[in-house]
Every structure is written in structure tokens, then in C-alpha cells.
């Protein structure tokens, strides 16, 4: 225990769960309520499909680009400082979104949030873990998925009401209420301090690298099929190359990169999550428009719909996070990414003259192949490393989240562009968004399928896990 270190007891455990499930609730709600209310968005500001994507790209991509860094630096200064500045951070920038006057101003001030995100997301989990016992880590961090997954279902259903009734900047509002009530929790009962890489130098050219090298990459791939965006991927590969090389020769780098080199269960429960999140996360933004445009729903009965499959996640990731202390996570884990497989082929088939209840039992199984996945996948990861690396795990674990996410909105935002066009979405226009829509779904279950594979190769997992502190 370093001295930086609260002393067994001395932390409220159900404090700090509170406080990680407040800010594990938040981002994803704020992200299903925004995607539900893109029409509404598109309508205001005279925005095409593809341009309207930027609005979450804008988020995934600045969040991917600082986890990592914004992780390490919690190890060193401390979590919770780190936690509390992103938290704050957040909230101020969700009021400036919900001011906003163009589309331009909106997709600046979601990077900016995207930011503020990276250093909560690459904190809340290393805290948890902090606290928790590897007994009892499971179902914690079952918790929070879990309020992932609320903030998922309620999102949709409460952002299409706000959207229907008082508009879409009233979301941002909401989330800035919701910003400040977490903030004063954890100046008021969260108490003590997490910094086991304390003393450490932060890694600041190492940092600049892997920034650089994923903004590259990411941005090189919403523009293909241009010829620039494959000159980005290829710049960006170069300086993930040199990154790779500069890390390794560092005595306290920004990334330990031989945890993916010599930590088998680290490096494919990472891979599994992001090509889980590459394969399902752009499911609502097409499922928001499908079920708009194609079946003709307002935004509240649009939300409605998609409540299913979040609820589902919520409901069954504590139970999946208790299954995982106790058998194989790799089995629960391999179900659950299986089940989202098949929803996503189930998906693909969806029709103009689809039935409701159809969509629904559909989007039911997608949940439960997510929560079934989550839970023991997360937990797998944060009790592979020792307590020095938690902050960076946790940021891991972002990253492969947000970079799935990016791929996942670039394949669809690529789809819509060659099938669709870059324009407004007008009857005229709709049989080409369906076949879109079917394509983007087929390349997805495809994906899910390839995800099974890494998450079995990952081996016996539970007695690792179990053997760390």
C-alpha cells in the first residue's frame, strides 16, 4: 500500500460505487438521448445523415485520443483529482452544447465533452477496482455496466420525450443537473486518494504519439473511400509504429506495452471488447433512423422501441457479473457476444412492413448478448494487472470501447456515403438507406462472429484473475 493509498475501511466502498455509477450512467445516456434526437438536430441545422454523425464521431474520437493519457496521469496524481476536474469539466460543456448555434458549434463542443469524458471513464473503473476485493470486484463493476446500460435504456426513452416536447437542447440541461449532483458527491462523501504510480514521470512525448497516431487512423477512416483518408490510416500506422518503439524504451511510459506482448488474458479480453463495441454500438443510431424514417415513429415511440435492448443490459449485467465470480468468464463472455451475433444477422432482415413486436424480441436478445458479454469482459481485464495499472486498464478498456465505437459510426457513416450520398435523407431516398442499413448489419454480425473466436483464444481466465491483489 503506498502512501497515497486509503487504508483498508477507511473508504466507503457504496460511496465510490455510487459515484463511478453516477458517471457510468451519464455518457451513455447523454449518447442514446443525443442519437434519437439527430432528426430533430438534422431538421434544425439543414444537416445531412453523414455530417450528423459527426455529432457523436466528434465525442468517440476526442475521448479514444485522451484515455489513455488522462489514465496514466490518474495513476501518478491520483484518480480522484483526475475523476472530479473531468466530471466538472463535463458538466460545464454539456451547458455550452445546449447553447449552441450551429452544427459546427455542436460537433466542436462534443469533442470538448469527449475530452472531459476520457478523464472520468479512465478513472471511475481504477477506483472501483481500487476498493473492491477480487471476490467482490465482479459483481461491483457488474453494477456499473449495469448503469451503463440504464443510462442506455433510459436515454432513448427520455430523450425522444424531451425531444418531442421540450426540444433537443433541453438533453444537454438535463445532463449538466445530473454533471453538478455527481460533483457534489464527491467533494462532499468520497474521501481518500488512489495513486500507486505516485513519484512516476508522465510520459509526455509518448502521449503526443499515441494521440497523433489515433487521431490519424480514426479520422483517416471516416473519410475513405478518399484518397486522403487512406494517406491518414497509413500516417497514422507509421506513428503507432514509432509510439510502440519510443514505449518501450521508457522507464515509466505512458502505455506498458508489453501487458498486450505478455498478458494473454489483458490482451485478447481487449480485443473481444473492441470488436464487440465495433460490431453493435452504431445499432442505434441506424436503428433510430430506421425506425423513423422507414417505419414512420416519432421520436418518443422511437425511443420506446429501442428501450428494449438497454434494458435488457441493465437488468442482466450485475447477474452476469456475479456468474463471472464464479465460473469461467471466458464461457459467459463467448455466450453473450454469440447472442449478439445472431440479433445482428436478425437485424440485417428487418423490412419496411417489419412487425413492432418482431423489432422488440430482437433487440431483447442484442441486450442480453451485451450484458452477458460486458460484465465478465470488463472484469477480466481490470484483475489481469497489478494495482499500479489500474488507472490504465480502466483507460484501456475505454479506449478499445471508443475506438470500437468510432469504427462501428465510420462503417456506417462509409455505408451511408457510397449507398446514400451525402444528403438529406428524403422519401425518395429511402429504399437506398435500407439497403444500406441491411449491409451496415450484415458486416457487423460478421464481425460478432470473428469476436467469439478472441474472446474463447483468451484461455482459463478466472484463476489469473483470481491470483492478482
Not at 457504496?14 to 455509477?21: D, H, P, T
Not at 442519437?35 to 474520437?61: K, M
Not at 519510443?246 to 502505455?255: A, F, G, I
Not at 494473454?264 to 471488447?273: M, Q
Request: with cysteine; net charge positive.
Amino acid at each position: 500500500m503506498t502512501p497515497s493509498t486509503p487504508a483498508a475501511g477507511a473508504v466507503d466502498k457504496r460511496v465510490v460505487l455510487f459515484v463511478a455509477s453516477m458517471a457510468s450512467f451519464l455518457t451513455p445516456f447523454m449518447g442514446s438521448s443525443i442519437n434519437i434526437a439527430i432528426p430533430s438536430i438534422g431538421r434544425e441545422f439543414s444537416a445531412d445523415a453523414v455530417t450528423l454523425s459527426w455529432i457523436s464521431t466528434a465525442y468517440l474520437l476526442a475521448a479514444a485520443v485522451f484515455l489513455v493519457p488522462f489514465g496514466r496521469l490518474a495513476d501518478i496524481r491520483g484518480r480522484r483529482k483526475v475523476f472530479l476536474a473531468g466530471m466538472t469539466g463535463y458538466s460545464v460543456v454539456s451547458l455550452l452544447c445546449g447553447l449552441a448555434s450551429s452544427q459546427a458549434m455542436l460537433i466542436v463542443l462534443r469533442a470538448l465533452q469527449g475530452t472531459t469524458d476520457a478523464m472520468m471513464f479512465g478513472t471511475s473503473l481504477a477506483i472501483v477496482t481500487s476498493v473492491y476485493p477480487p471476490s467482490e470486484r465482479g459483481r461491483a463493476l457488474g453494477v456499473t455496466v449495469a448503469c451503463v446500460y440504464s443510462g442506455s435504456a433510459l436515454g432513448p426513452f427520455i430523450g425522444g420525450l424531451i425531444t418531442q416536447y421540450a426540444g433537443w437542447r433541453s438533453i444537454f440541461f438535463l445532463t449538466l443537473a445530473l454533471g453538478v449532483l455527481t460533483v457534489a458527491m464527491t467533494l462532499w462523501r468520497m474521501r481518500g486518494e488512489w495513486a500507486e504510480a505516485r513519484g512516476q514521470k508522465m510520459d509526455v512525448v509518448g502521449s503526443l504519439l499515441y494521440g497523433l497516431s489515433l487521431l490519424a487512423i480514426m479520422y483517416g477512416f471516416r473519410l475513405l473511400p478518399a484518397e486522403t483518408g487512406f494517406a491518414l490510416i497509413a500516417a497514422g500506422v507509421v506513428l503507432l509504429a514509432v509510439f510502440v518503439l519510443w514505449e518501450r524504451r521508457q522507464k515509466s511510459p505512458v502505455l506498458d506495452v508489453s501487458l498486450f506482448s505478455r498478458n494473454v488474458v489483458f490482451a485478447l479480453s481487449n480485443l473481444s471488447a473492441l470488436v464487440n463495441y465495433a460490431a453493435t454500438f452504431a445499432l442505434s443510431f441506424l436503428l433510430s433512423l430506421y425506425l423513423q424514417y422507414i417505419k414512420g415513429l416519432d421520436p418518443r415511440s422511437a425511443g420506446l422501441v429501442m428501450l428494449s435492448q438497454p434494458v435488457m443490459m441493465a437488468v442482466f449485467s450485475p447477474i452476469a457479473g456475479r456468474l463471472s465470480d464464479r465460473i469461467e468468464p471466458r464461457y459467459v463472455a463467448s455466450v453473450g457476444m454469440a447472442m449478439s451475433a445472431v440479433s445482428l444477422f436478425l437485424i440485417a432482415n428487418l423490412g419496411p412492413g417489419a412487425a413492432m413486436g418482431s423489432i422488440v424480441a430482437i433487440l431483447m436478445l442484442c441486450g442480453l448478448g451485451f450484458a452477458l458479454f460486458s460484465s465478465p469482459n470488463t472484469s477480466a481485464i481490470m484483475g489481469s494487472v497489478d494495482r499500479a495499472h489500474y488507472g490504465i486498464a480502466s483507460a484501456t478498456t475505454g479506449v478499445m470501447r471508443l475506438i470500437g465505437q468510432m469504427l462501428s459510426m465510420g462503417i456506417a457513416a462509409l455505408i451511408l456515403a457510397l449507398t446514400v450520398g451525402q444528403v438529406e435523407i428524403t422519401p425518395e431516398r429511402y429504399p437506398a438507406f435500407l439497403g444500406a442499413f441491411r449491409l451496415a448489419f450484415l458486416v457487423f454480425a460478421t464481425l460478432c462472429l470473428l469476436g467469439v473466436f478472441a474472446s474463447l483464444a483468451r484461455g482459463r481466465v478466472r484463476e489469473r484473475v483470481a491470483a492478482r491483489p
